[in-house]
């Protein structure tokens, strides 16, 4: 596609609900991460794939948090019982590259989650 | 963790006027990465300089590292209402992959 596609765009779920959200990256990018970004605050990483491998899950907050990439495309984030404290835009960013900082990242609109 | 943090955080500037924003970190670093995020939407990266780097320029920004500072700014010339947004930096250390935003700087531009 032309770019990163995040969906839905907007969530809402009662406390202890689960959630899944999906990442649609860019074709043929290799790496896709995650990222976690509070109102007001700059993007906090969660986790990060090269290809289908989770290279990297350590901004993870607890193990209700999962992240998979089973085909090394499209990525899903799960979140299970979810908490008020989970309400916050989830992005989700592709790049060519296959390091966190070598090439620019291609991020999607995010998804806002709202906790209630 | 390693994070950058810019300074200062709001700007409100007139439309025609530069807009300058800092950014420092703590560690050494591969690179800085400077990003604009519009309200509601993702982040889109504008320009990359590496720390053997100085200075680089994309048509009206231009970007400063000065590693023996560990801070780095970004300069937006001749600045136009689009151009209204929150900026952040964002650092690879050595040794560590993971890239780190700071908290932003958010800039309005009055037509």
Redesign the interface.
């Known amino acids: 596609g032309a770019g990163?596609s995040q969906s839905p765009r907007y969530k809402v779920a009662k406390r202890g609900q689960d959630v899944a959200l999906r990442c649609d990256p860019i074709s043929g990018h290799v790496s896709l991460?995650w990222?976690q970004q509070a109102l007001?605050?700059?993007?906090?990483?969660l986790t990060?794939f090269q290809n289908e491998a989770q290279l990297?899950k350590?901004?993870l907050p607890s193990d209700r948090f999962f992240a998979e990439r089973p085909e090394g495309s499209v990525s899903t984030l799960k979140i299970q019982r979810t908490q008020q404290e989970d309400s916050a835009v989830y992005?989700c960013?592709s790049s060519l590259g296959t390091?966190?900082?070598?090439s620019?990242?291609?991020?999607?609109?995010?998804t806002r989650l709202t906790v209630t | 963790s390693q994070q950058g943090e810019e300074d200062p955080q709001a700007l409100s500037i007139q439309e025609g006027e530069n807009a300058t924003m800092n950014c420092s970190y703590k560690t050494s670093i591969n690179n800085l990465q400077w990003y604009r995020q519009n309200s509601g939407r993702g982040l889109v990266h504008l320009i990359l300089i590496r720390s053997n780097e100085r200075e680089k320029h994309s048509g009206r920004l231009r970007v400063t590292l000065d590693t023996s500072k560990k801070s780095s700014s970004l300069l937006i010339t001749a600045s136009r209402a689009a151009d209204t947004a929150s900026y952040f930096c964002a650092t690879v250390s050595h040794g560590n992959n993971r890239l780190a935003f700071g908290k932003g700087n958010q800039v309005v531009v009055i037509p």
């Open positions: 990163v991460f990222y007001g605050q700059g993007p906090e990483f990060y990297d350590s901004g992005l960013a390091g966190q900082g070598d620019p990242l291609h991020f999607g609109n995010g």
